[in-house]
DNA sequence: TTGTACGCGTTATCAA
DNA sequence: TTGATAACGCGTACAA
């Protein structure tokens, strides 16, 4: 009584092999069928397919998986998603894998170095093709990017990325972004300009810092360690670290503020008005992101305009032409971002 | 010769068969300890456990998923990732999925019916354990989700819901929201209320209609067909819903509109000030959602405080209660959802 | 407490 | 062109 091998089981999906007996083939050749694979007679491909129809059958990804050893499937993590700019990066992202044939597993680290330990755990235990990456701020070692990369998973990092470690990264050119933006409120006759800066575990923190102090060399200007002050991404740390500016005696105060991205500069545009200071006859601000809010805050913030959905879609497609073996790990991609000149920074 | 077998395969992962041969017992022992089982040694098992740590063991998700018939793995299928809402929303799901010891499959419609039939079917494929879907525009039966429902696989939908069709349903109560925006307009005196109103094929669509015309009903005002005009629920249609609402002879021109959500509201609230007309002085306005730009933009938007991440985390508690078997599907909750009074309503 | 045999649903391989 | 068999890596059920 093996009859019953060859019916759906109840209360389980229909299987191949419940194809198979239908149509009076064997299993295998259902899957050929259904693969489109070359060497299937193409009456008995018909018949198969029409049975899988009718029958509602949906091939199992996970037997397929297993047998494979491969799952279609990029794993992702950011270190949160509420915000404009990640989510256009997933946007990018979901493109380019939907067209490749890719499945999304989304996960967030919201801001935590161990539950972004958790998190790339889980997506490898998930067995995800490759891995799209943008760092938690609290990470404070490297050692589980580099375990994962060491087992042949490959890795992207995209917009906060980890360079030397075998994976490539996306991003724009933090440093000479933040360059032109400090050059550009130079170039306005700014004498004393300020930098609320990121935290200085994630790249961009680095980056920017390192673009602002560079800018400031270049065009003979000095350096004062007083006017950078850590505000994190966020607008509360925006708020706190222009607070922390505004207690220093008004002719040691800056003239202009180049903040680390938008929401810092939301923060500290709330902070200078609280002041009532006037934005940018008193102090000028400049941001970075492009923001949804840049153009609509009472003084329009000048930025630079980092194009997120092309940093997720092209991390998105060099993770995929890695794992498929038609590119090599460890590449540098740069995307252009362009300056968005508006009110903030007094130059218009 | 089998020696072989009891050693990691190059370029395969450790198996729970490695470290049972590191450690002298069976797989089944290994898988045991692993997993907190109680018939297991103690000693055993913490030989075990440090065996797997030492290999860098990292359990197979899918071949358990497969002997489980079960993945852990909710997948959710959004209209579109890229505006204020639905990031919210998924950061709710997001949330309650990891406090469960779930995962999130994402997937985006981009608002397109055959793209979002593709992307529930992977998810069958993929074996979810269950479903959360916000409808796309363009669905025009419901047959999927019967479909998906009929098979057994638990659906909540949330925000576009689709009722009476087994499914469980999250959202706010769109009829009543409705209600009260319009209620609070005619309560400030204005006459002659337009409506840019949302695809009936979605719910949100078909209730806020339903409420601005029991608002009018109620109130003793005449419901005049040619000021309801689709608008969709982007920027673009707002505009154009406007700017068709603009082309009435003046007399007949609304002094009030009520807008499907805030993006169409941000369009219409465009068009008004191309047409040089003041809001709320000329016009009122209203949206519902309450976008990050809604206190932003030049008269700041009254709107209803849509809670995105409550309704997030709601709909995926309900799903995984329902997966585990605590609660039976079908049931309909609604999120309170409060109304943020600004000025674009003039009655400030 | 531990091990053996088998199933989960699919695909690669090799023989027919 | 097709089929039988053996993986893929883990868990259940039962036996030892």
Redesign the interface.
């Known amino acids: 009584m093996n009859k019953k091998k060859y019916q759906a089981k109840s209360?389980?999906?229909i299987t191949a092999e419940v194809i198979a007996a239908q149509v009076g083939v064997s299993a295998m050749t259902v899957s050929r069928a259904l693969n489109d694979r070359p060497n299937v007679d193409a009456k008995t491909k018909v018949r198969v397919l029409r049975a899988a129809k009718k029958l509602?059958y949906?091939?199992?990804?996970?037997?397929r998986?297993?047998a494979l050893?491969r799952?279609q499937?990029l794993g992702v993590v950011v270190p949160?998603?509420?915000?404009?700019f990640?989510?256009?990066v997933?946007?990018g992202i979901?493109d380019a894998a939907y067209s490749a044939g890719y499945?999304?597993?989304?996960?967030?680290s919201a801001e935590d170095a161990s539950r972004e330990q958790d998190a790339i755990?889980?997506l490898?235990?998930?067995?995800v093709d490759g891995l799209l990456i943008s760092t938690a701020q609290t990470v404070k070692d490297n050692s589980k990017y580099r375990?994962v990369i060491r087992?042949?998973t490959p890795v992207v990092f995209f917009d906060r990325v980890v360079h030397n470690i075998g994976a490539s990264c996306v991003s724009i050119d933090d440093e000479d972004c933040c360059i032109r933006l400090t050059e550009h409120l130079i170039g306005h006759g700014y004498k004393s300009i300020a930098h609320l800066s990121g935290p200085s575990t994630v790249s961009i923190g680095r980056g920017r810092l390192k673009g602002y102090k560079k800018a400031l060399a270049r065009n003979g200007m000095n350096f004062r360690p007083e006017l950078v002050v850590q505000s994190g991404f966020h607008e509360r740390g925006g708020y706190a670290a222009m607070e922390s500016l505004l207690q220093l005696p008004v002719r040691l105060r800056p003239d202009a503020v180049v903040a680390v991205n938008d929401p810092a500069a939301f923060g500290a545009m709330k902070a200078i008005q609280e002041h009532k200071l006037r934005i940018p006859q008193d102090i000028a601000i400049v941001g970075m992101t492009d923001d949804?809010?840049a153009e609509?805050?009472s003084s329009p913030l000048t930025t630079i305009r980092q194009p997120a959905y092309e940093i997720g879609k092209t991390a998105a497609e060099t993770l995929i032409s890695e794992i498929e073996g038609r590119s090599k790990p460890g590449q540098r991609i740069t995307v252009r971002a362009e300056l968005a000149v508006r009110k903030s920074c007094g130059c218009l």
Not at 58 to 63: E, L, V
Not at 103 to 108: K, Y
Not at 124 to 127: A, D, F, G, H, L
């Open positions: 209360g389980r999906r509602g949906s091939p199992n990804h996970i037997a998986s297993l050893r799952t499937t949160e998603i509420s915000h404009s990640f989510p256009e997933i946007r979901e499945h999304l597993i989304l996960t967030h755990s889980t490898e235990s998930k067995r375990a087992l042949g949804v809010r609509l805050v």
